[in-house]
């Protein structure tokens, strides 16, 4: 049977960037928010959502992330909504994908929010990315163009490292990019003999 390893970290880690290294080692990974955002383009998604939130999300045909954000992740209650609608979707999704990789020992599930999910507890061993809290605003101030006030917004609806440390198997140091990608190659060989 195919184990499941659930990679997860605050906005910012790099937890991405330790999915693409892992990856590259033969790996199958599985994004949750880029399928997620696929998923979020099906015409009965786009329906669904827009019967919560109405039609002022639209834009060009498309849900406008951007406005989707802005109310849900000042309103716990409608990000619940949103979460709730989404999240069964993306499962589906993920456990057709992982039928598809029944040849590989283990895959890995890169996901945000794996704990504040529940999702956690479909996984065999947990990956935590953590970093600096300077560092990982830094990091998407340059990434997402975002400002200040929204990325405080969306740390707030996510677990601590602390919280996060205390429930997982592996916990990977991104800081400096070789010794996390060292940290990857250890995890990576721990896997294999599992």
């Not at 786009?46 to 802005?70: D, H, M, W, Y």
């Not at 704990?115 to 605003?137: M, N, Q, W």
Request: hydrophobic share 40%.
């Amino acid at each position: 049977m195919t184990k499941i390893i659930g990679l997860t970290g605050g906005i910012g880690s790099g937890k991405t960037t330790i999915a693409k290294k892992f990856q590259a080692l033969g790996v199958p990974v599985y994004i949750a928010d880029t399928e997620a955002k696929k998923i979020m383009e099906f015409p009965e998604t786009i329906q669904s959502v827009v019967e919560e939130f109405g039609t002022s999300i639209i834009e060009n045909g498309s849900i406008s992330r951007q406005k989707l954000a802005e109310i849900v992740f000042e309103n716990p209650e409608k990000l619940q909504k949103l979460n709730s609608i989404i999240h069964p979707l993306v499962k589906k999704h993920f456990d057709e994908w992982v039928e598809q990789k029944s040849d590989f020992d283990f895959i890995i599930k890169e996901v945000a929010i794996l704990f504040e999910s529940g999702s956690y507890k479909d996984c065999h061993k947990i990956i935590t990315v953590v970093a600096p809290f300077d560092l990982r605003i830094e990091r998407v101030l340059k990434r997402d163009n975002s400002d200040y006030e929204s990325i405080m917004n969306r740390i707030q609806n996510q677990w601590t490292d602390e919280m996060k440390i205390a429930k997982s198997d592996f916990v990977i140091e991104n800081i400096d990019i070789e010794k996390a990608y060292k940290q990857v190659d250890a995890i990576y060989m721990e896997l294999k003999n599992m």
